[in-house]
């Protein structure tokens, strides 16, 4: 064993602190004074082979399943020398391979869905023919041959390949530019290129027609770069003769990771993709696909740019930028949030959608709706009727009306698909954005036949020492620097607050402006103004 490989295994012990639980010394020992000793925990097994574990005794002496002496910390250890081992629902398989002495590298797999193998090799001076094998039957098996019966349209194999999704062009890449690396011979390479020819206009039609991706700027980056990257290796291979930066959608989808920025740096976090920004290697390849986007990539972006296809406005101003959605609540990666937008002041987000979670077992079952994150509650768009947003293709945004061309400008949507409640007669949102006086409004009409509950709230994120929470029945002023002006019509209102956790992600503090008694028809207006 080299020391570069083993050097660390002294601080397994920690590990077994971990995994185990601390017992009392014997208190008539006398190195032991009485203290916890923590040299006793869960024993570890270690899967080694024979000759290794001689050397691992040889460089640690004192390595051993027994545990050390009270009062001392030391790991403890149970070696296993078996060829094959199971650990938890995966099944390993050791192969040799050289490195000046005998040593080995894993298969790894999981056994219940015979899924792909992971084949792990930390570092050799030769594989021998065996091992080669092995490994090529496994590639094959697992991903070349399901790929070519998926391209001769066998749909049971690689659902992926016809994704209309990033999954598509992640995919494709990771197989044919394997493929293209691991084939010498040029009627198989022309299959899985072939292959690709197929499966790219699936992921292509993910975008909407405007270029727009429902997945957000950070599945833009996965998914597309993908295709950047496969783009860039089959042109290579074929000599210039296939290009799939002309197949359609492919240059407004490129589009789209200029047009979709608020700053250089920042996009609005709609559905689960995040924010962030397109990376240098995606910019790099995109434009030399389409050099005429040059000066796209040198931050010269216009002040408004606007996808109709899915409702989203994005504007740019010095001090107030903004990106606001009317769309669907049927998107990949879907969240529902028809009518939602994002503030920044600069650099900073102050307000707004607060984008995705972290994932869990949750996140794509039949709970995640029950997350406030992904549902309505957690987004800048009203409850009515004590009833969130419904989910589907019918709860979508109407554009009213927008007007991109004067000092202010404004987008208006129709809410009132978004929501199953019988006596709600009409919701239609209105944001006004004005660059020179540096303010962005959001104004709420709504309509009822008959006194039903509303409440419509904003989402704080930059914490005040002492925000101001007074509430009148006409304006409430909360912290102006962070919270927005808020102005109401037809009955009396408070504020009610909340904080909804997201571990590990933008955690919102929701502020609903909550009429005190049910309204026939009322309207509410919040304001932004840059200091």
Known sequence: AHMDHVAGFDDVRRFNTLNGTMVPCNPTDPGANGRTCRCIGKIMKCYAMRETEEQMHRIFPYISAKGGEHGLYRPQIEFDNADSFEIGSMRVERVKVEHGFPCCGYLIREQARDSASLAYISDCHEIPTATVAKIRAEME????????????????????????????????????????????????????????????????????????????????????????????????????????????????????????????TQCPIFADGGGGYPTDRNVELGVGFWPELKPLRDDRLAINSFFPNAQIYIGRGQHLQLGIKGGGNDDAHNHNDVGSYYVMFGEKFVSGDAGGEEYTRFTFSSQRYESKILNSYGHPVPVVGGKLQSLGREA????????????????????????????????????????????????????????????????????????????????????????????????????VEEDIPNPNRISPRRVAVRFTRPVTSAEVTQTYRHP
């Open 141 to 264: 098996r697992r991903v070349f041959t399901p790929y070519l019966q998926a391209a001769r349209g066998d749909r049971k194999h690689m659902w992926s390949f016809f994704a209309l999704s990033n999954w598509c062009a992640v995919c494709h890449s990771g197989v044919v530019r394997a493929a293209l690396a691991y084939y010498e011979d040029p009627k198989r390479r022309a299959e899985f290129i072939e292959g690709a020819e197929r499966g790219m206009p699936y992921f292509l039609q993910s975008f909407l027609a405007d270029g727009y991706c429902t997945e957000g700027m950070g599945y833009w980056n996965y998914g597309f770069g993908n295709f950047l990257e496969l783009t860039t290796a089959v042109k290579e291979a074929t000599g210039g003769y296939l290009d799939f930066s002309k197949l359609d959608r492919a240059e407004t989808a490129m589009r789209y990771a200029f047009n979709y920025r608020m700053t250089p």
């Open 396 to 495: 979508a945004a109407k554009v009213v009306s927008k007007d991109l061309s004067g000092a202010v400008k404004t987008v208006v949507l129709d809410l009132t698909s978004a929501y199953a409640v019988p006596a709600l007669k009409s919701l239609v949102r209105t944001f006004a954005y004005d660059r020179a006086a540096k303010t962005f409004a959001v104004t709420d009409r709504v309509e009822f036949s008959e006194p039903t509950a509303f409440e419509t709230p904003f989402n704080t994120y930059l914490r005040e020492s002492n925000p101001t929470c007074a509430v009148n029945n006409g304006v409430a002023k909360v912290g102006w620097n962070v919270r927005p002006e808020v102005s109401v019509k037809g009955g009396a209102c408070e504020l």
